[in-house]
């Protein structure tokens, strides 16, 4: 089956410090926490199974790079 539409909303903040050598950034993936499938797939012929699996959901990190 065909799933409907879907809109993703990911975000990104980046600071850069000590004369742009040191970098901050915080992001998030999928802010709205929409459910999706991300990968489907069937195993066809006679065994007739078809496997879904969910995307992930909303999710949070952060990131510090340093350049030497």
């Known amino acids: ?3 409907d539409g879907y ?3 990911h975000g990104r ?4 410090i000590n004369d742009d050598r040191t970098t901050l950034a915080l992001w998030a993936r999928n802010l709205t926490d929409e459910r999706y499938f ?7 012929g006679s065994i007739g199974t078809f ?9 949070f990190g ?3 790079r340093y350049r030497f």
């Open 51 to 59: 496997n879904r699996y969910f995307a992930q959901p909303r999710t």
């Open 62 to 64: 952060g990131e510090i």
């Open 13 to 16: 903040l980046t600071w850069d």
């Open 38 to 44: 991300d990968e489907a797939f069937s195993l066809g």
């Open 1 to 3: 089956g065909e799933q």
């Open 7 to 9: 809109h993703l909303l």
